[in-house]
C-alpha cells in the first residue's frame, strides 16, 4: 500500500465535466465528487477490497491468492443486479464473471498450456459443482498476431486459414483433456469495431499519442490523473527502461513518449501485409493488449447508473507469464476508457481478483514453442491419460513452477494406481465379505468414522484456502492408509459391519475425484477411457474364467506359503512364482496382490500398459546408457588441440581462427571473442584435458 498527495488537475476534470455536460445526471454528480479528492489525501493501492458490508457483493467462504495484493484475501462476488435484500446482504450468489486469456492459434497446443488449462478448470469445477456458484466464462482466442502471420508466410497458408486450424485443434485437444468448455469464445477478428470503439474513448480522455508506428497509450498522463501504471508489474520501477522491451511495437520504441507506453493500433501498409483494418488513424490492426479489454467490455459490461461502484469482471486468468505487461496493461487500457469510475479515488477495481497459474517447466526451462522444448498435448496422450495429467496438476498448487519430467509423472501414475487398487480392494472385501455378522462397529470402527469427519472438515478447509489441492490429495492417502491398515493389512474379521462405512468413504473420494474432473465413475463401471476392453473383461468375468483364476492363484500362493516357511530358502521356486505375477499373468491384464500369505487376483487393463511401460522404460535406460558409452568413447578419441573442432556443439560454430591450443579466438564471421569468452573456453579445454588423462590411467 502506498500512501500518495494527488493534486488531480482541476483543468481536466473540467475537461472532463464538458465531455459530459450532456449525460444523465448522476455523471454530472460524479464529476463534481471528483472534484472534491482535488485537495484531499488520496490513499493509492494495487487492490481495492470490495466491501462486505455494502450489498454488493455475495461473500464466499473461499480465500484466492490475489496477483493484484500479492496476497490471499477473501473472494467475494460482485452483485449484477442490485438486489438488496431487506438485511441489505445478497441471498444467493450472483453470476461469477470471469475471464480467460487463451491462445494464440498458430502452432500445436503442448502440455505447458495444458497446465494452464487444466488447472483452471479444476478451479472451475470447484465453483460450478462443489459450491454451486454459476459462473459466466469467457475465452478469448487470438486469431491474429506477428507469430500467426508469420507461421501464414512460412506456411503459405493463409493467416486466417491458418488459425482457425489451429483453434480447432486447440479446442478438441482442450476435449480430449476433459476441460469444461467456455460459456463462450471470443475471436480478436471479429471484435475490430469494438477494439477501434476502446481505442477512441480511451483518446476522447486525453490517454493517447500518435506517431508513425501507430497509436500509442500514454503513461504518463495516466498516472497523472490518479491512476496506477504498474499494478501487475513485478518491481513496481514505473520508470524501468527495460520495461520498454516488453512492450508490443518494439521496433517503434524511440517514438515512445515513455519506456511504458504501449501501442493499441500499429500502422500497417496495405501491400506488405495480409491482415489489417482502416480506421480513423489509419490502415493497421489491434496491439496485443487491446483486444482483451475491448472483448471483455463487449461480453461482460452492463451498463448503469451505479456501474461506477462495481467491478466490470470478478476474475481474470492466465498464465504467470502474462501477468506483466499483458494483463497489467489490459487493467490500465481498461481503467483509462472508463476513466472517471477507476481513478484511485474510487476505490474501485477494474477487475476485483487476477489468478495466475505458474510455469511448466522442462529442464528447469519454461515449456515454451520458442524455446522448441515443448511435447504436444496429442505426443503426451499417446503415452499418458488425461486423468493421470489431472492427477499430476492436483499434485501441484496451481499458481508454482512445476518440472515436468518422467519422474513427476510417474508420481502420478503411482497415486492413480494406488487408488484404483484401493477402489478395487473394497469392492473386493464387500463381494467376500460373510452377511452372518452383527452389524454394530466396534471402537476401531468409530474412530475410523469419526476421523473420516475430521478429514471431510480438513479437505472442505482445503478447498477454501486458496484451492488447495496438494493438501488434498495428501489427506486421501492419509485416509487410503487408515482403511488399508484396517481391512486389508492386518486381516482383521471387520466384514459386514463396515459395509456401509467403506461405501460412504468410497463414495466421497470417488466424489471428489470426479468434481476435480477425474473419470472414476468409468473406471468403477469398469470401463477404461478408451472402451477397448470390452470382449476381455467379459472374457475375465466370465464365471468359468473366475473360478479358473481362483484355483490358480489360491495354488500359487499354497506354493509361496510353503516356501516362505522353508529353511532351505528355495529362490528358484519363488522365482518361478514371482514370473507368474509379474510377467505371464500381467501381460494378459491379470494382476496379483500378495498380502502376507494370502493372494488375490484382479482383472485391471492399466496392467498391460505398466508392464509396456516397463518394457519402454528398460530399453530406453539401456539405450541412454549406450549413448552414454559411445560419446565416452568418442571424447577420448579427440586431442585437446582438436577439441573444438570435433566436438558437435563447437564444430557447428565453425570458428575462423584458433591460438596454438586450438583455443578459438574468433568466430566464423572473423569477429574477436570476447575476453570472458574465451576464459571460458579455456577452462572447458582444461577440464577435456582432466578427463583424457583420468581416463588414460
Given at each position: 500500500?502506498?500512501?500518495?498527495?494527488?493534486?488531480?488537475?482541476?483543468?481536466?476534470?473540467?475537461?472532463?465535466?464538458?465531455?459530459?455536460?450532456?449525460?444523465?445526471?448522476?455523471?454530472?454528480?460524479?464529476?463534481?465528487?471528483?472534484?472534491?479528492?482535488?485537495?484531499?489525501?488520496?490513499?493509492?493501492?494495487?487492490?481495492?477490497?470490495?466491501?462486505?458490508?455494502?450489498?454488493?457483493?455475495?461473500?464466499?467462504?473461499?480465500?484466492?491468492?490475489?496477483?493484484?495484493?500479492?496476497?490471499?484475501?477473501?473472494?467475494?462476488?460482485?452483485?449484477?443486479?442490485?438486489?438488496?435484500?431487506?438485511?441489505?446482504?445478497?441471498?444467493?450468489?450472483?453470476?461469477?464473471?470471469?475471464?480467460?486469456?487463451?491462445?494464440?492459434?498458430?502452432?500445436?497446443?503442448?502440455?505447458?498450456?495444458?497446465?494452464?488449462?487444466?488447472?483452471?478448470?479444476?478451479?472451475?469445477?470447484?465453483?460450478?459443482?462443489?459450491?454451486?456458484?454459476?459462473?459466466?466464462?469467457?475465452?478469448?482466442?487470438?486469431?491474429?498476431?506477428?507469430?500467426?502471420?508469420?507461421?501464414?508466410?512460412?506456411?503459405?497458408?493463409?493467416?486466417?486459414?491458418?488459425?482457425?486450424?489451429?483453434?480447432?485443434?486447440?479446442?478438441?485437444?482442450?476435449?480430449?483433456?476433459?476441460?469444461?468448455?467456455?460459456?463462450?469464445?471470443?475471436?480478436?477478428?471479429?471484435?475490430?469495431?469494438?477494439?477501434?470503439?476502446?481505442?477512441?474513448?480511451?483518446?476522447?480522455?486525453?490517454?493517447?499519442?500518435?506517431?508513425?508506428?501507430?497509436?500509442?497509450?500514454?503513461?504518463?498522463?495516466?498516472?497523472?490523473?490518479?491512476?496506477?501504471?504498474?499494478?501487475?508489474?513485478?518491481?513496481?520501477?514505473?520508470?524501468?527502461?527495460?520495461?520498454?522491451?516488453?512492450?508490443?511495437?518494439?521496433?517503434?520504441?524511440?517514438?515512445?513518449?515513455?519506456?511504458?507506453?504501449?501501442?493499441?493500433?500499429?500502422?500497417?501498409?496495405?501491400?506488405?501485409?495480409?491482415?489489417?483494418?482502416?480506421?480513423?488513424?489509419?490502415?493497421?490492426?489491434?496491439?496485443?493488449?487491446?483486444?482483451?479489454?475491448?472483448?471483455?467490455?463487449?461480453?461482460?459490461?452492463?451498463?448503469?447508473?451505479?456501474?461506477?461502484?462495481?467491478?466490470?469482471?470478478?476474475?481474470?486468468?492466465?498464465?504467470?507469464?502474462?501477468?506483466?505487461?499483458?494483463?497489467?496493461?489490459?487493467?490500465?487500457?481498461?481503467?483509462?476508457?472508463?476513466?472517471?469510475?477507476?481513478?484511485?479515488?474510487?476505490?474501485?477495481?477494474?477487475?476485483?481478483?487476477?489468478?495466475?497459474?505458474?510455469?511448466?517447466?522442462?529442464?528447469?526451462?519454461?515449456?515454451?514453442?520458442?524455446?522448441?522444448?515443448?511435447?504436444?498435448?496429442?505426443?503426451?496422450?499417446?503415452?499418458?491419460?488425461?486423468d493421470q495429467f489431472r492427477i499430476f496438476c492436483l499434485l501441484h498448487k496451481y499458481n508454482q513452477t512445476v518440472e515436468y519430467n518422467e519422474q513427476t509423472m510417474e508420481i502420478a501414475v503411482r497415486y492413480e494406481r494406488r487408488l484404483k487398487e484401493f477402489l478395487h480392494n473394497v469392492e473386493y472385501f464387500k463381494k467376500e465379505?460373510?452377511?452372518?455378522?452383527?452389524?454394530?462397529?466396534?471402537?476401531?470402527?468409530?474412530?475410523?468414522?469419526?476421523?473420516?469427519?475430521?478429514?471431510?472438515?480438513?479437505?472442505?478447509?482445503?478447498?477454501?484456502?486458496?484451492?488447495?489441492?496438494?493438501?488434498?490429495?495428501?489427506?486421501?492417502?492419509?485416509?487410503?492408509?487408515?482403511?488399508?491398515?484396517?481391512?486389508?493389512?492386518?486381516?482383521?474379521?471387520?466384514?459386514?459391519?463396515?459395509?456401509?462405512?467403506?461405501?460412504?468413504?468410497?463414495?466421497?473420494?470417488?466424489?471428489?475425484?470426479?468434481?476435480?474432473?477425474?473419470?472414476?465413475?468409468?473406471?468403477?463401471?469398469?470401463?477404461?477411457?478408451?472402451?477397448?476392453?470390452?470382449?476381455?473383461?467379459?472374457?475375465?468375468?466370465?464365471?468359468?474364467?473366475?473360478?479358473?483364476?481362483?484355483?490358480?492363484?489360491?495354488?500359487?500362493?499354497?506354493?509361496?506359503?510353503?516356501?516362505?516357511?522353508?529353511?532351505?530358502?528355495?529362490?528358484?521356486?519363488?522365482?518361478?512364482?514371482?514370473?507368474?505375477?509379474?510377467?505371464?499373468?500381467?501381460?494378459?491384464?491379470?494382476?496379483?496382490?500378495?498380502?502376507?500369505?494370502?493372494?488375490?487376483?484382479?482383472?485391471?487393463?492399466?496392467?498391460?500398459?505398466?508392464?509396456?511401460?516397463?518394457?519402454?522404460?528398460?530399453?530406453?535406460?539401456?539405450?541412454?546408457?549406450?549413448?552414454?558409452?559411445?560419446?565416452?568413447?568418442?571424447?577420448?578419441?579427440?586431442?585437446?588441440?582438436?577439441?573444438?573442432?570435433?566436438?558437435?556443439?563447437?564444430?557447428?560454430?565453425?570458428?575462423?581462427?584458433?591460438?596454438?591450443?586450438?583455443?578459438?579466438?574468433?568466430?566464423?564471421?572473423?569477429?574477436?571473442?570476447?575476453?570472458?569468452?574465451?576464459?571460458?573456453?579455456?577452462?572447458?579445454?582444461?577440464k577435456h584435458k582432466e578427463f583424457l588423462e583420468k581416463h588414460s590411467k
Amino acid at each position: 500500500m502506498i500512501c500518495l498527495k494527488r493534486s488531480i488537475s482541476h483543468k481536466r476534470n473540467i475537461k472532463f465535466l464538458n465531455q459530459n455536460i450532456n449525460n444523465n445526471n448522476d455523471i454530472i454528480k460524479r464529476n463534481f465528487n471528483l472534484l472534491k479528492c482535488n485537495n484531499n489525501e488520496v490513499q493509492v493501492n494495487n487492490w481495492f477490497p470490495p466491501s462486505e458490508e455494502d450489498g454488493k457483493h455475495f461473500t464466499t467462504p473461499i480465500k484466492l491468492y490475489n496477483s493484484l495484493s500479492k496476497s490471499k484475501v477473501p473472494f467475494l462476488i460482485t452483485n449484477k443486479q442490485l438486489l438488496k435484500s431487506e438485511s441489505n446482504s445478497l441471498q444467493s450468489p450472483p453470476t461469477i464473471y470471469w475471464y480467460s486469456c487463451g491462445p494464440t492459434v498458430y502452432d500445436d497446443t503442448h502440455v505447458g498450456h495444458a497446465r494452464n488449462y487444466v488447472s483452471l478448470d479444476i478451479i472451475h469445477r470447484i465453483l460450478l459443482y462443489y459450491f454451486n456458484y454459476p459462473v459466466q466464462y469467457v475465452m478469448n482466442i487470438t486469431n491474429v498476431d506477428d507469430k500467426i502471420l508469420k507461421k501464414s508466410k512460412e506456411t503459405n497458408i493463409p493467416p486466417i486459414e491458418l488459425a482457425n486450424k489451429y483453434e480447432f485443434e486447440f479446442i478438441e485437444d482442450m476435449k480430449r483433456l476433459g476441460i469444461i468448455q467456455p460459456t463462450l469464445y471470443t475471436r480478436v477478428t471479429e471484435h475490430i469495431d469494438e477494439i477501434i470503439k476502446v481505442i477512441s474513448t480511451i483518446e476522447d480522455n486525453g490517454f493517447t499519442y500518435v506517431t508513425k508506428g501507430g497509436v500509442y497509450f500514454d503513461s504518463k498522463k495516466f498516472e497523472d490523473s490518479d491512476h496506477i501504471s504498474s499494478k501487475l508489474s513485478t518491481n513496481n520501477n514505473t520508470n524501468n527502461e527495460t520495461q520498454s522491451q516488453q512492450q508490443e511495437h518494439v521496433e517503434y520504441k524511440d517514438e515512445k513518449k515513455d519506456p511504458r507506453d504501449f501501442v493499441l493500433w500499429k500502422f500497417i501498409e496495405k501491400d506488405k501485409e495480409p491482415l489489417g483494418w482502416e480506421s480513423k488513424w489509419g490502415y493497421g490492426r489491434p496491439g496485443w493488449h487491446i483486444e482483451c479489454s475491448a472483448m471483455i467490455d463487449s461480453v461482460f459490461r452492463k451498463e448503469s447508473k451505479d456501474n461506477i461502484s462495481k467491478a466490470t469482471i470478478d476474475i481474470h486468468s492466465g498464465g504467470i507469464d502474462l501477468a506483466f505487461p499483458h494483463h497489467n496493461n489490459e487493467i490500465i487500457q481498461s481503467e483509462a476508457c472508463h476513466h472517471l469510475e477507476y481513478q484511485s479515488c474510487q476505490k474501485n477495481n477494474w477487475c476485483n481478483y487476477f489468478l495466475h497459474v505458474g510455469h511448466l517447466h522442462i529442464q528447469g526451462l519454461k515449456m515454451s514453442k520458442s524455446l522448441k522444448n515443448f511435447i504436444t498435448v496429442r505426443e503426451f496422450l499417446k503415452k499418458y491419460t488425461p486423468d493421470q495429467f489431472r492427477i499430476f496438476c492436483l499434485l501441484h498448487k496451481y499458481n508454482q513452477t512445476v518440472e515436468y519430467n518422467e519422474q513427476t509423472m510417474e508420481i502420478a501414475v503411482r497415486y492413480e494406481r494406488r487408488l484404483k487398487e484401493f477402489l478395487h480392494n473394497v469392492e473386493y472385501f464387500k463381494k467376500e465379505s460373510s452377511s452372518s455378522i452383527n452389524r454394530k462397529w466396534n471402537k476401531e470402527l468409530t474412530n475410523l468414522h469419526d476421523r473420516f469427519l475430521e478429514k471431510q472438515e480438513k479437505i472442505h478447509n482445503a478447498i477454501c484456502n486458496d484451492f488447495d489441492t496438494p493438501s488434498i490429495l495428501s489427506y486421501i492417502s492419509e485416509m487410503i492408509n487408515e482403511v488399508n491398515n484396517i481391512f486389508f493389512t492386518n486381516n482383521k474379521n471387520n466384514d459386514i459391519l463396515a459395509i456401509e462405512l467403506l461405501d460412504k468413504i468410497t463414495g466421497y473420494l470417488t466424489y471428489l475425484f470426479n468434481l476435480f474432473g477425474c473419470r472414476l465413475d468409468e473406471y468403477l463401471s469398469n470401463k477404461n477411457s478408451n472402451g477397448n476392453t470390452e470382449d476381455i473383461e467379459t472374457i475375465v468375468n466370465h464365471p468359468f474364467t473366475n473360478k479358473l483364476l481362483e484355483i490358480l492363484t489360491e495354488f500359487r500362493s499354497d506354493i509361496r506359503k510353503e516356501c516362505l516357511k522353508s529353511e532351505q530358502n528355495p529362490t528358484q521356486i519363488l522365482q518361478l512364482i514371482d514370473k507368474l505375477r509379474d510377467e505371464k499373468l500381467k501381460s494378459i491384464g491379470i494382476r496379483i496382490d500378495d498380502r502376507g500369505e494370502k493372494s488375490t487376483f484382479k482383472y485391471d487393463p492399466l496392467v498391460v500398459q505398466e508392464m509396456e511401460n516397463e518394457i519402454k522404460e528398460k530399453n530406453e535406460n539401456l539405450r541412454k546408457l549406450e549413448q552414454k558409452q559411445n560419446e565416452l568413447n568418442f571424447k577420448l578419441t579427440i586431442t585437446p588441440e582438436n577439441y573444438f573442432k570435433q566436438i558437435p556443439i563447437h564444430a557447428e560454430k565453425q570458428y575462423f581462427k584458433y591460438d596454438e591450443e586450438g583455443v578459438p579466438t574468433h568466430d566464423k564471421e572473423g569477429n574477436e571473442l570476447s575476453k570472458s569468452a574465451i576464459k571460458k573456453l579455456k577452462k572447458e579445454l582444461e577440464k577435456h584435458k582432466e578427463f583424457l588423462e583420468k581416463h588414460s590411467k
